[in-house]
């Protein structure tokens, strides 16, 4: 293969989900199978890049001052919902029920690969329950040991004393899952999360 294929599957290769194959697939794809599709996507990524940006207050993607979230009035404004990334947000939305504000933290306290409180949006947490009429901070934050340690010192260092209800998301199995087919993990977590059936 060419120098310049071969720089275009390392480049796709680095997006976050695509292996060797799957870049190779999606390089001949657009250089071969259906090069005008190509220039279609060239013109779309500039597009987006030099429109979407961070929202200022939550941290959501947006092209305006806010995000649309933010800008939603009819949002319950007493619940913030604290995300890792922006995929969470989404996930969230698709779900539908929740209709509270969101903060995304883009992404968890990981020392060992050099993510420290600073690296976080966690000064503009603290700024927003300054602003905001914030009665409850729901934590949707991963139940593995750096969420975890996310969602202690968010509890630590930025919500106490501040006469908040904090809550977590319930983990346990998924619908459709099976009992013997879950890990340990997710399994003391359903039991630590059970509710009356009442």
Same mark, same amino acid.
Do not use: G, R, T, W
């Given at each position: 293969m060419s120098s310049s294929f071969e720089l275009l599957q390392q480049c796709l290769k680095r997006l976050p989900g695509l292996g060797y194959r799957s870049a190779e697939r999606l390089a001949l794809h657009l250089l071969v199978e259906q090069p005008g599709a190509c220039e279609e996507l060239m013109a779309v990524l500039a597009q987006a890049r030099d429109s979407v940006h961070a929202c200022p207050d939550c941290g959501n993607l947006c092209e305006g001052d806010v995000c649309e979230v933010c800008a939603d009035g009819s949002r319950n404004r007493a619940i913030l919902c604290v995300v890792e990334t922006v995929t969470d947000l989404r996930a969230m939305e698709r779900a539908g029920p929740y209709r509270g504000l969101y903060h995304v933290l883009q992404g968890k306290l990981s020392p060992i690969h050099g993510v420290g409180p600073e690296q976080l949006n966690l000064a503009g947490l603290s700024g927003r329950?300054?602003? &905001?009429?914030? !009665? !409850? *901070?729901? &934590?949707? *934050?991963?139940n593995d040991i750096e969420g975890e340690a996310t969602c202690h010192y968010i509890q630590e260092e930025i919500l106490a004393g501040r006469g908040l209800r904090v809550s977590r998301i319930g983990f346990g199995l998924p619908s459709g899952g099976g009992i013997p087919f879950a890990d340990a993990t997710t399994l003391r977590s359903a039991l630590e999360g059970r509710r009356n059936c009442d």
């Open positions: 329950l300054d602003q &905001l009429p914030v !009665e !409850e *901070v729901i &934590l949707a *934050v991963s």
